[in-house]
């Protein structure tokens, strides 16, 4: 196969589904699932996705030339990788999703929507991460990098959000994404149907949702900015050399989610807001009917505002930044 991502984008499956190089082993397991297993042994496993949003497709390219130069042989592998581009029928189209938003139907939510080519892919995903972690030594360090780029602009133009978790993050898993340029991380403080959350609840992987720039259609996207995160998956993938840390991404934590219920939401932010505007105390966000959402803490940020979800989904979430003095609201 000589290009990943144009494979995956011609919806054929390749002639050859496997093959090899002087460093590794690869197989094309289905559309856009590629597993590729170094042939000295590892104790690292790594799931990279991109394209889980078929707009998004800058994390896409970026995937893809990685990939591309372990199948023509040009690099050593480091970990055992399987790679995802999500959602090939969204990618094709530059469209977010076809029918419904993947990153909420993980964790087996794909069962309560109607059958249809995004609920199937989800549970195949869902399978084949399953099947990648029973496959490696029980003491594999497991992570996943799930990467995206945001709908609007952003004040940390690069960021990660990590999943729910009880466990403490492994210290080598938060120094790598420091070195990879992320300037924020944001913190979920309740389990939710993203990719990057299945892979932590239920295989307990380091996982982080990484969000790379504003989502452009294939060929506009600058990957220059990106190349702090572009290195260190060279180093990941490659034993290339850790780019330095520049600063330490400062920290952030989900305190409400605002989500858009029916036809009558209201969300009272610009379309020009950008991701991690801060709002005071006492600021009304959005309405809907009676139910009203206002800043409770002395000043919080917003993150992923948007009117146009789906109903059901979330319209937004609300940050307070760690260490920043909070005083919530009487209720
Ligand atoms: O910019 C936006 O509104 C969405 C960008 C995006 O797709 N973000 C992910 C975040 C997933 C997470 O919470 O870990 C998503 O909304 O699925
Ligand atoms: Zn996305």
């Known amino acids: 196969m000589q290009d990943f991502l144009q494979q995956t984008l011609s919806g054929e499956a390749p002639h050859q589904r496997r093959g090899e190089t ?104 869902e399978q084949t991460l399953e099947t990648f972690w029973q496959q490696g030594a029980c003491d ?22 990590m999943p729910h978790s009880e466990r403490p993050w492994p210290p080598e898993f938060l120094d790598w994404l420091a070195a990879a340029g992320l300037e924020a991380l944001v913190f979920h403080r309740a389990p939710g149907g993203t990719f ?68 009558h939401f209201t969300l009272h932010m610009s379309p020009d807001t950008l991701n991690f505007t801060a709002f005071p105390q006492g600021t009304l966000l959005a309405e809907e009917g009676d139910k009203r959402y206002y800043v409770q803490q002395a000043r919080e940020y917003v993150l992923f505002p948007n009117p146009h979800v789906a109903t059901g989904l979330r319209a937004g979430l609300m940050l307070i930044e760690e260490g920043e003095q909070t005083q919530a609201l009487p209720r």
Not at 35 to 63: D, K, Y
Not at 140 to 161: P, Y
Not at 221 to 229: K, T
């Open 22 to 125: 002087a460093h590794l082993r690869w197989q094309w397991l289905y559309h856009g699932i590629l597993i590729l297993e170094p042939t000295e042994p590892v104790n690292q496993a790594l799931v990279l996705s991109a394209g889980i949003h078929g707009n998004e497709t800058a994390p896409v390219e970026i995937v893809s030339q990685l990939v591309n130069a372990l199948l023509r042989g040009e690099k050593p592998l480091r970990q055992r990788l399987l790679v995802i581009l999500g959602n090939p029928s969204a990618l094709r189209t530059g469209k977010r999703y076809v029918r419904y938003d993947i990153n909420r139907l993980f964790g087996g939510r794909w069962q309560q929507i109607d059958d249809c080519d995004e609920a199937r892919r989800v549970l195949r995903l």
């Open 140 to 161: 594999e360090s497991r992570w996943h990098l799930d990467m995206h780029t945001a709908i609007r602009g952003s004040w940390h133009t690069q960021f990660g959000v």
């Open 196 to 263: 990057t959350h299945f892979s932590c609840e239920h295989f307990g992987a380091a996982s982080c949702t990484l969000e790379l720039g504003k989502a452009l259609p294939f060929g506009e996207n600058d990957l220059s900015q990106f190349r702090a995160a572009q290195q260190a998956l060279a180093a990941l993938l490659y034993g290339e050399p850790m780019p330095a840390a520049t600063a330490s991404p400062r920290h952030y934590r989900v305190v409400q989610q605002i989500t858009r219920l029916s036809e």
